[in-house]
């Protein structure tokens, strides 16, 4: 079955792409300018300490050999030692990524879910009202800084009509009974910011929505349907909807690592404790060992991402499996 | 009572070079049982005229007058769910160009044809497979392909399906735009002989549209030649064919190759086809006319029935 | 020269593209002559200690930030800056993205399969948190968030040039160039680029919106120069001093209708070039 070639194919382009990350990774920031010791620790040390921590870290050594040691570690599950938190970044990181994770897909079945409806009214009705406004809704969503909707949002609903709490996952004082309660008091948490990513990263993706239904509309076989006498909410969501399939599958899979920005910022803004914000925190401190780690994980996780979308979009494409 | 009385329609586009006057003041009459082949040069507005009957036009475009009368009911006049529900496919259907994509490939071409059948008629799902079944062994395919996809089919096969599907529910009249062009030649004429065995069991009317007169002569026993989004000369086809009146119809039979008849060469008609945004004033073909007088480039002429059913469009006929 | 006035026929008639070219005419302008619009100058010791974080008033029409600035004056000033960095930004990134893409598409073979695998290293890469990254190791100044901007939003860019060269490849005049003898040079220069320029053109025009974003999000994030205040730095210290929670509206709202405006109006000019230039949109 053509499936295991995809899925071999696919897996060992993910492996050397992430290969390349590491490389990347490593180089970026050792070429850098700075103090290669600062950056593994507190930038403020004396010169003796600093010797010491030189010829610990082999930071006097070769730079081939400090690479094979950095993949070494790497493959020991070692990410390097965050300053400020005085705790290895893969614990820090790994800590995060559900609060990352579940924000980043709620939103996302928004995103995908809006962008479908209004893309497929936009696109029947082309040209029309409603196909006007929800374009220019999402040329508008295109247009706005995501993080300043999240504020906009934050200032209005929790802070002046004090519907939603303004910080954080949960909250910490709060006792639970049950694990109910407590999955209410996240998704009371989790509103506002899903809603500002869900909404905020429509914009692409209702455009291109539109633009492959306005292909599919165009196509022989939907004259053929309207000749049938079939009614045209048949059409729109039996036959349309069928067609659509594959290539908003697409759509949807690929779209997923742009999303991935968008989480920093919003993380930022609502104080959400997932990876974004521990990278903003990284960023603030220079906690280099912190921002290397978080950037490589997060690097890793894309590549397997996209090979998991690959893999998908291989199962439902059957053209793919043969190629 | 003709089954199809088309009277005097217009059906313009707006397009950002202006507006396309396709169809310009047609009239058109078939009775039942006809087969009319109506004639012309790609882009003469054969197709508009089509969409417009089927009332499938697309946005851009505007039926600024006339009547289409089908079984006495205007169909411009009446509303989308009796047009949807009672007319398509029960009276009348389309078999459409380049069916190469006609059929959603997504979907097994049986259940296409099926969703059709139930659309307009209170049956059940089985009965109605089983009529798709019989309708594929009439066209002359074996019925257990129903449940195949469109890209299992070569295109004869395919063209089939699509004549199927248009004789699903019955209908008085079927219009066939161009539906053989795009196949091999042996294709062609099976499809050609299958088209005229189903007209005689079934007794369908039928308008055939193509540029090709091969194919008038096979199949219909009337013709209408247009130009320019007029009708220009309407006859029976042996009357066409052997007594054209009209300059651009004789230009036409002239070149058309007799394969008992002397070697010729070809002697085109001079000239291209002329923009229908602005198009010649007076008669549309003046400018290409050898013929042409005085009075063809100021008026249009009018329709004259020169013997009965026979009419033409043109100066030289007073 | 008449393509150019076709062109300019039928961009006239898209009324989104005459919004957005309007728009930012007007930003443009504002920026330009900020020196003499603003009502007050905006140096960090120039501010007015009597009316700091004060709402909007007759004397400070957008109130005042926590220097006691003028909020108008800040606005006008931060244009200049953030329309500078959007645009040199977007240099770069047409830059690398023609030099890869028509490179790519011209030689073809190996250079073609390396430069596109590079390419999609790079796509795989999320880019704000490259760019984070970038802008926290090389340092928070002016010229770097330039550089860091550009070079990596030119993946789009390379791809879409390289699609175009591709198909210009297979036109004749190509052939009857070369079969004439003239170097690969010689036949990019002439013959590809004045060919795949609009395309170019319509690309930077697209950039320029994401471009601006970029800088807003990364100076939000602190990594921006203070030395130069963009709307995104006055959005960063608007946070900062707690704007969310003490409801300083008049110091978060109007850096980000500016931002939204000015991208928006980018965005409104390439959706009415896309229209022009793509053909497939064209023919439906």
Known sequence: MGMGRVVAKRGVYAIMLIFIMTIINFFLFRIMPGDPVAMMVSPSITAEVRQILLTKFGLDKPMHIQFIKYIQQLLQGNFGLSFTYQRPVINLVLERVPNTVLLLLSSYVITVILSIILGLIAAWRRGGKLDISFTIFGLWMHSMPIFWLGGLLLLFFSVRLGLFPVIGVSTPWLKHENIFSYMADVAHHLFIPMMTLGIGNIGGMFLITRNSLLDIFSEDYIMTAKALGLSNRTILFHNVLRNAMLPLSTIILMRLGFIIGGAVTTETVFTWPGVGLLIYNAVMQEDYPLLQGAFLIITISAVLANFLAEVIYGYLDPRVRYE | ?318 | MRSIRKFGEQYKESKLGLLGLSIFLLFVFASAFAGVLAPYPIGPTQGDRNYILKPPSSKYLLGTDELGRDMLSMILYGGKVSLTIGILATLITAIIGTLVGVTAGYFGGKTEEILMRFTDVFLVIPGLPLMIVLASLLGATFWNMILVIGIQGWTGTARVLRAQVLSLKEKLFIESARSIGASDTRIIIKHIIPNVLPLIVAQMVLRIGSSILSASSLSFLGLGDPTHMSWGMTLHYAFSVGSLFSNFYWYLIPPGVCITLVVLSFTFIGYALDQIVNPRIRER
């Open chain 2, 1 to 318: 009572m003709p089954l199809l009385d088309i009277q005097n329609l217009r059906t313009y586009f707006s397009t950002r070079g202006g507006t396309v006057k396709a169809v310009d003041d047609v009239s058109l009459q078939i009775e039942r049982g006809d087969a009319l082949g109506l004639a012309g040069e790609s882009g003469c507005g054969k197709t508009t005229t089509a969409l417009t009957i089927m009332n499938l036009l697309p946005s851009n475009a505007e039926v600024l007058s006339g009547k289409v009368f089908l079984n006495d009911v205007d169909l411009l006049t009446i509303d989308e769910e009796t047009l949807r529900k009672e007319v398509r496919m029960k009276q009348l259907s389309m078999v459409f160009q380049g069916a190469m994509n006609a059929l959603n490939p997504v979907f097994r071409v049986g259940d296409q044809i099926r969703q059709g059948i139930l659309t307009h008629e209170d049956i059940t799902k089985e009965a109605a497979w089983e009529r798709v079944r019989e309708l594929f062994s009439l066209v002359g395919i074996n019925p257990d392909r129903a449940r195949e996809y469109p890209h299992e089919f070569s295109g004869g096969m395919k063209q089939r399906v699509i004549i199927a599907m248009a004789l699903s529910c019955n209908p008085d009249l079927i219009i066939a735009d161009e539906p053989v062009t795009a196949l091999d030649v042996i294709i062609q004429a099976q499809i050609l002989e299958l088209m005229r065995d189903l007209r005689e069991k079934l007794g369908l009317s039928m308008i055939m549209i193509t540029h090709d007169l091969s194919v008038i002569a096979d199949t219909c026993n009337k013709t209408a030649i247009m130009y320019a989004g007029k009708i220009v000369e309407r006859a029976s086809s042996i009357t066409i064919f052997k007594k054209p009146k009209h300059p651009y119809t004789q230009g036409l039979i002239a070149n058309f190759p007799s394969v008992s008849g002397e070697l010729k060469g070809f002697e085109p008609i001079s000239g291209s086809p002329p923009n229908l945004i602005s198009p010649p004033n007076g008669c549309r073909f003046h400018p290409r006319c050898p013929y042409a007088m005085g009075v063809c480039s100021k008026e249009e002429p009018e329709t004259v029935e020169l013997e009965r059913g026979h009419f033409v469009s043109c100066h030289l006929m007073k």
